[in-house]
């Protein structure tokens, strides 16, 4: 628990919690404390002498000490002056000694305008340079499609190292030479390995490391209107802010959420957006006649004139297939038109099984579940079965910052603070919070990791299922692997499971949930943490019965098709092999596509309707922990796209919001939390998408019309596509009086700070973000559910039989992320893997093919050998794992002779 | 009494003063080359664009009559893909013109500007670019810049050390 101390700045008292060091304080108290290195997530390091301000013994002390702030801890009664003339003239000195190499580059650099050293040099008054001399220059790297470098710019901070390195754990990153000549680089050119090397961007208070991709399509800030969202390449529901000009999504940025992303976001998710601005979205409605063999485009009314026709069509049977990464809007939409039996969920048989028993647990209230900040909090985690930063990066983010813990707890007795990084890690040393990984091969998390085990599926269940009968019995029978284990888990006051469903394997699942729910039995702190495939896959099995996949479509195409088939955003393709699906694609009479972009699936359609992005339309999404989230339209929907729920508005008679959050709600009690969506549209006040200083506004359409049109108004939420509301970033006043206003927040701004470390200065207790995000497990309501046990014959298969596994990989395994040049760049190649021992066996070759089969499809790719994969395990890439099926199998004339386990 | 006189006296003085007023168009008044009139972009002494596409002038123009978008050549120089100026809202401040880093932007002593159709006030890039350097002659931009470009390394130009050999032990 955090104690308020009350201290005293230039002579006024002030109450602050005293777990902060002072900068922050005075941050905190909207005061304009100049800093470089300190950051929230870091901590402080005192490298950049930049924050000094003078601290006084008592009430007589007239001279005073200048100090640190961001190494100062508060105490209660200390006395410090910020406007001391002392303390401001050493500030001015001190930046303009930074700033003396500082090249003469703000006009040409992408972080000019959102730029922490700019701000603090006109904040600590260094308005001229004074220096004459010659420049220290330094060449620079390569370093991949996501970051340009420019050196000269570097004011030797540490951030970017201590971010990299000590943060993400990334190893290729380093400082190198000394005193003026430091230099943060690679030892030579080449692709930043890490997968959230992107933040960089935004840790780099300069612009030695700035948004490549962004610089393709280059604003500045003050041009970027921006509107709060969620992230849609994985499950987790990052909070973001997406900004637009003239249509074009020029970037992402962190939205601070304190209880899931906090500062940092993945690559994918920083560079995923691309697909809004490809040159594949679909914008018209398209629609094929057969008598003729074309396409051609139709206007709205005759759209939907035939998509009346076909709807009423005489004996039609119409099933739907709702989208994981659409918003619960759309897919109730949908679950309307075609009726809650002919609603099918646009995932495969396994993820469905597996997503039923998740909802179903977590109703139950047996176990916790946990949020990105909580896992973080943790002492113990057990990793089983997904390879999270490849499925959800975050996550590994998070788990890594778990691992210092112990570290954190150890300092704390010798009274450092967790802020105290340095004194930190040098108490710290090696020591590390257990994490125990269960899985096919070794991930990126490995080096923090106590245990490592690799093993094959069937070995992991046995693993778990002893675990889970040390949990309860307390036996001596099992291994002494499991027992270390479970021993570990116990000697925890708060440990977690961490899994997925990227693993597709139930039983490894539920053995996963029953061994949470047996511990928090035992220890109520105890959590779970799930991963599923994409942003609203949880919502969306809300919506459908057991079966109501696409794997069980499929099959029941056959036997009896279907005369309309209405597909929402999902690419059939990728889960079935296309000579499968285009034959079961051709019994169907019409075909109707909603989708973003061209994909194969929208190439069958006999009527293509063009959906919005993410970014043209205000949504709802449940991500992975039942927390439902509000994104907001960034900009007016391009040329005839439309938000599905609005396409399918006249045919399905919800054609007010009203009705829909009704409908909606009538479809699951646990959507019963998402009512306060309906009123979200009356608010006292509107905010300003645009930034206050947004240019251009008589020129941006002037080659088209002289003439200015009013801006385009947003009915569906209380935010404006103009400069019009309430500033965008809001602050506490320093006597705490600030106006609640609910509207949500659109931008990072304060005055005076123009980069995007002015969420520094928002209030330590203030969430304004996170208001509008409800979990709709709640723990009041317990609907009881036993997990099923493990089947017997599963985890008796003999041991010798080989598993083909799903690869992951973060920059392949979103299908609209891939969409993204910059992405698509750093996508591997597909490959099957295996270790030595597997390949002996099989008598292959490492860049030899292999060919895997199942019932309906066959792969066939060169083998890359690693020994860090389990006996027993084939690793085949995920979209091609999708594809195969059930019942794969390595071709027999590899599996003669003997296989010694 | 006096002072009825002496505003004659004056009235009449004036009548054998030279005219301010000219006859405009055959005639053309004298404008100070810093007069405040139609806007350019002008060249390096090199020839190159000046303009690095900043948005500096976007920003200031108080009218927000400017469009920059940034381009990048191959070279790595910044400059501009649209530059586009309203002139049916431009205001002839000059803030634009102080604005500007890198003196691509600049007012000209020319006024005659006047137009039937609106539509016409609207000048894109090729309309505004012109060949000189303009008011300012020397000056060139990506001299004194750190951005490496084409034609220009690291380390070569104004008050620029060379590179550091970071491999070096010294310190």
């Keep these: 628990m955090t104690n308020k101390v009350t201290l005293y700045i230039d002579n006024l008292s002030y109450q602050v919690p005293d777990n902060i060091n002072l900068l922050q304080a005075c941050l905190s108290l909207n005061m304009d404390v100049p800093y470089f290195c300190w950051h929230p997530a870091l901590g402080s390091v005192g490298a950049c002498r930049q924050c000094a301000v003078m601290q006084y013994q008592n009430e007589e002390d007239t001279r005073g000490r200048l100090v640190m702030s961001c190494m100062t801890p508060v105490t209660e009664g200390m006395r410090i002056s910020f406007n001391n003339e002392k303390a401001h003239t050493f500030r001015a000195t001190n930046i303009e000694a930074i700033m003396t190499n500082h090249p003469h580059d703000c006009p040409v650099c992408e972080e000019g305008g959102d730029c922490h050293l700019q701000d603090m040099t006109l904040l600590s008054g260094h308005i001229k340079r004074r220096y004459p001399g010659i420049k220290r220059t330094h060449n620079n790297q390569y370093l991949g499609p996501f970051l340009n470098h420019e050196m000269n710019r570097c004011i030797g901070c540490y951030r970017c190292v201590r971010f990299y390195r000590d943060y993400c754990g990334g190893k290729d990153l380093n400082v190198f030479s000394s005193k003026n000549n430091i230099y943060f680089g690679r030892t030579e050119s080449g692709n930043l390995e890490n997968e959230f090397s992107g933040n960089l961007a935004e840790v780099c208070p300069t612009g030695v490391f700035t948004d490549k991709p962004f610089s393709k399509h280059y604003i500045r800030k003050w041009d970027l209107q921006s509107s709060p969202s969620i992230c849609t390449h994985c499950s987790i529901g990052c909070n973001i802010y997406a900004t637009e000009r003239g249509g074009i999504i020029r970037k992402i940025n962190n939205r601070l959420n304190q209880d899931i992303n906090g500062h940092f976001l993945c690559n994918r998710g920083r560079f995923g957006y691309q697909h809004v601005n490809h040159e594949n979205k679909i914008s018209q409605v398209w629609s094929r006649d057969h008598q003729s063999n074309k396409t051609h485009a139709l206007d709205n009314i005759h759209a939907h004139i035939k998509l009346k026709k076909w709807l009423n069509e005489s004996n039609a049977r119409i099933i739907g297939i709702g989208s994981p990464r659409s918003s619960i809007e759309n897919n109730a939409a949908l679950h309307k038109l075609v009726g809650a039996h002919n609603f099918y969920a646009g995932i495969a048989k396994n993820e469905l099984t597996q997503l039923n028993l998740l909802t179903k647990t977590y109703e139950s209230n047996q176990i916790n579940l946990l949020s990105l900040k909580e896992i973080e909090q943790t002492d113990t985690v057990l990793l089983v079965g997904e390879d999270v930063t490849q499925t959800a990066p975050r996550i590994a983010l998070s788990i890594r910052q778990m691992t210092k813990n112990r570290g954190i707890n150890k300092a704390e007795k010798f009274g450092i603070k967790p802020w105290q990084d340095e004194a930190l890690r040098n108490i710290t040393q090696d020591t590390k919070s257990p994490l125990i990984i269960i899985n096919t091969h070794e991930s990126k998390l490995s080096d923090v990791a106590k245990q490592n085990l690799n093993l094959s599926p069937n070995k992991q269940l046995i693993l778990l299922l002893e675990i889970e009968t040390y949990l309860v019995n307390n036996t001596s029978h099992c291994s002494e692997l499991a027992i270390s284990i479970a021993s570990d888990l116990l000697n925890a006051n708060n440990p977690a499971i961490i899994t997925g469903t990227h693993s597709f394997n139930i039983e490894l699942l539920s053995a996963c949930l029953r061994i949470s729910a047996i511990l928090k039995k035992q220890k109520n702190n105890s959590g779970f943490y799930c991963a599923t495939s994409a942003v609203n896959t949880l919502g969306l099995s809300l919506l459908c019965e057991p079966e109501q996949d696409i794997t069980h479509l499929i099959e029941s195409i056959e036997s009896e098709p279907p005369t309309l088939l209405v597909i929402m955003e999902t690419d059939l393709f990728r889960y079935f092999s296309d000579k499968k699906l285009t034959t079961y694609l051709d019994k169907i009479k019409h075909i109707i596509v909603i989708d973003q972009l061209i994909t194969d699936t929208v190439k069958m359609a006999d009527l293509v309707l063009p959906a919005t992005s993410f970014s043209e339309q205000n949504a709802t999404l449940i991500n992975n922990e039942g927390r439902s989230q509000r994104a907001y339209a960034v900009m007016p929907a391009n040329d005839m796209r439309q938000t599905p729920y609005k396409w399918l508005a006249q045919h399905n008679s919800l054609d007010d919001d009203h009705k829909l959050y009704q409908y909606i709600q009538s479809i699951d009690s646990l959507l019963q939390p998402l009512s306060q969506f309906k009123s979200i549209n009356k608010g006292d006040f509107t905010s300003a998408r645009q930034p206050l200083r947004s240019s251009a506004r008589t020129a941006f359409f002037a080659n088209v019309d002289v003439k200015e049109y009013a801006p385009i108004c947003d009915d569906k939420s209380n935010l404006t596509y103009s400069m019009e509301g309430v500033s965008a970033f809001r602050q506490k006043t320093l006597d705490n009086t600030q106006y609640k206003i609910t509207t949500p927040v659109t931008g990072v701004w304060s005055p005076k700070w123009n980069s995007s470390q002015a969420i520094n200065k928002t209030s330590l207790e203030d969430k304004n973000e996170s208001d509008l995000a409800v979990k709709i497990f709640n723990t009041a309501s317990a609907v009881p559910f036993e997990i099923p046990t493990a089947q017997q014959k599963t985890y008796n298969q003999p041991l010798n039989t080989i598993s083909v596994c799903p690869h992951h990989h973060i920059y392949t395994n979103d299908d609209l992320a891939t969409f993204s040049s910059s992405i698509g760049e750093l996508a591997p190649k597909p490959l099957i893997h295996m270790n030595q021992k597997q390949a002996n066996y099989l008598s292959i070759k490492s860049g030899e093919k292999l060919t895997i089969t199942s019932n309906e499809y066959q792969i066939s790719l060169p083998c890359e050998i690693h020994n860090t994969i389990a006996d027993g395990v084939i690793l085949v890439p995920f979209i091609e794992y999708i594809r195969l099926g059930t019942n794969i199998q390595v071709p027999s004339n590899y599996t003669d002779g003997e296989y010694d386990d | ?171």
């Design chain 2, 1 to 171: 009494m006096m002072s009825q006189i002496r505003t004659l006296l004056k009235v009449l003085k004036h009548t054998f003063t030279k005219s301010d007023t000219v006859q405009f168009p055959e005639q053309k008044p004298y404008l100070s080359p810093r007069y405040r009139g139609r806007i350019v972009l002008t060249r390096d002494p090199n020839g190159d664009e000046r303009c690095v596409a900043c948005n500096l002038c976007s920003a200031a123009c108080p009218v927000d009559c400017i469009l920059v978008e940034k381009d990048e050549t191959q070279g790595g120089r910044w400059q501009a893909k649209t530059f586009r100026i309203n002139f049916s809202r431009c205001i002839m401040c000059g803030f634009c013109e102080e604005a500007c880093p890198t003196h691509a932007i600049q007012l000209t002593p020319d006024v005659e500007m006047a137009e039937y159709d609106r539509q016409n006030l609207v000048y894109e890039k090729e309309h505004l670019l012109i060949s000189g350097s303009g008011k300012y002659h020397e000056y060139n931009f990506y001299e004194i810049c750190g951005k490496a470009i084409e034609g220009k390394n690291i380390g070569q130009a104004q008050n620029e050390a060379k590179p550091i050999d970071i491999k070096s032990l010294l310190p």
